[in-house]
């Protein structure tokens, strides 16, 4: 559901700028969600799916409807009253809050001091360019791939001139694979908030188009903006969707997609454009072969299921500014999430079991009206409604295809 929140994401920000009176702006987000929820009921045959996408398209409209109307009638003083009324009208409540800042036992000039990006405006209508406010403190586990990614970005950033000296190429692609929910998109997030740097998102349905030569030019243009907006990630997620091993659809189409992205991966001069490219994939068996191999992809590291600790770490950041009692322990919660004959839990999975005590919990508040804190028996009915999402097969397949690579 990934496109899915990002078309959510931008009707938020049209709902943000609409409010503050920005009707231009407030209409480019809106119509930015509206291509993107299109686009998914165009590729799900699921009635559900499509009925939330048509309501989320229905409301879209509205909105620009409204949009519209104020840019003609009304004159700018009168706008920011008569848009709160829309907003109403339309039931759009908006969400969008100011980040809050990272508390920490020093100052927090970090928090502060992050550079807006400015992504040029050629680029604004298929990429989305951000500086995340998460950092690898707020990743649980996964240390060597924090290592790995810590010394791909930095090396590049603080070091160039030692690189130089030891005639040493950093690192100019990564692959991140493994089951879904393991965490490779926070963990690129997380990367480029680390090092304050704009992580650059792209996705299938953000480069292929049903225009001849346009996915092309979008390939293009997506590197274009990467080495304007230098030093950056630029992440593509879903990669085995863009390249991948068996064509799908119009196979020409599909081969000159794939031969501009390899030409512009050749293109990559190491160390200079200031910027490195992420991948991501759910299925790498599926990527084309031409795209794995050094020159191309310089690292594939296996994000997988949490180990103990990693889980451990998990409830405790999920858990943190909830009212806990006494009888939490969590190290019976690693207990009691660790791989059985069913499978293993994701990240994700851990995620929601806490969403889930913590939804018992407000129910707990709501129909006696006293604030009691968390209970150990909350986080394990939590349990039992979550099921284990990463099966043993699917490990199994994984760990097949790692030693099918040729290095």
Excluded at 27 to 41: G, V
Excluded at 182 to 188: A, E, P, R
Excluded at 267 to 285: D, Q
Aim: a positive charge; charged letters at 30%; one cysteine or more.
């Amino acid at each position: 559901m990934f496109l899915y929140e990002r078309a959510l994401r931008f009707k938020r920000l049209a709902e943000y700028e609409m409010r503050r009176g920005n009707i231009e702006i407030a209409k480019r987000y809106a119509l930015f969600a509206r291509e993107i929820l299109e686009k998914l009921i165009n590729s799900t045959k699921d009635p559900i799916k499509r009925r939330i996408f048509e309501v989320e398209i229905n409301n879209i409209d509205m909105l620009l409807s409204g949009l519209n109307e104020f840019s003609v009638r009304f004159p700018r003083a009168q706008k920011a009253q008569m848009l709160e009324k829309t907003i109403t009208k339309t039931k759009i409540k908006s969400k969008i809050k100011e980040r809050p800042k990272r508390v920490s036992s020093k100052a927090t000039p970090k928090a502060k001091t992050r550079k807006q990006v400015k992504i040029p405006e050629e680029y604004k209508k298929f990429l989305i360019a951000e500086i995340p406010d998460i950092t690898f403190n707020d990743v649980a586990g996964f240390e060597n791939i924090k290592q790995e990614l810590r010394e791909a970005i930095e090396w590049q950033l603080k070091y160039p001139h030692l690189l130089k000296e030891l005639r040493l190429k950093p690192l100019k692609g990564i692959l991140l694979y493994g089951p879904p929910g393991t965490g490779k998109t926070y963990l690129v997030k997380a990367a480029a908030g680390e090092f304050n740097i704009p992580i650059i998102l792209a996705d299938p349905a953000t480069i292929t188009s049903k225009w001849f030569g346009e996915s092309e030019k979008i390939v293009s243009k997506m590197f274009e903006c990467a080495r304007k907006c230098a030093p950056c990630i630029l992440f593509v997620d879903e990669i085995d969707k863009v390249l991948p091993r068996e064509a799908t659809g119009t196979s020409e189409a599909s081969k000159r997609i794939e031969a501009q992205f390899l030409q512009e991966m050749d293109g990559v001069k190491t160390g200079e454009e200031g910027f490195i490219i992420v991948f991501a994939t759910n299925e790498p068996w599926n990527i084309s072969p031409a795209l794995i191999r050094p020159g191309r992809i310089d690292r594939i590291i296996y994000v997988g299921p949490p180990d103990d600790e990693a889980r451990k770490e998990i409830f405790k950041i999920h858990l943190r500014n909830i009212p806990l009692g006494e009888d939490i322990d969590f190290d019976e919660l690693v207990e009691l999430t660790k791989p059985n004959e069913i499978g293993y839990y994701s990240a994700s999975g851990i995620a929601q079991i806490c969403n889930e005590a913590k939804k018992i919990l407000l129910r707990r508040w709501t129909s006696t009206g006293k604030k009691t804190p968390l209970t150990m028996s909350d986080l394990i009915e939590a349990i039992k409604r979550v099921p284990r999402s990463v099966t043993h097969e699917m490990v199994k397949k994984y760990e097949n295809w790692a030693k099918s690579l040729s290095y």
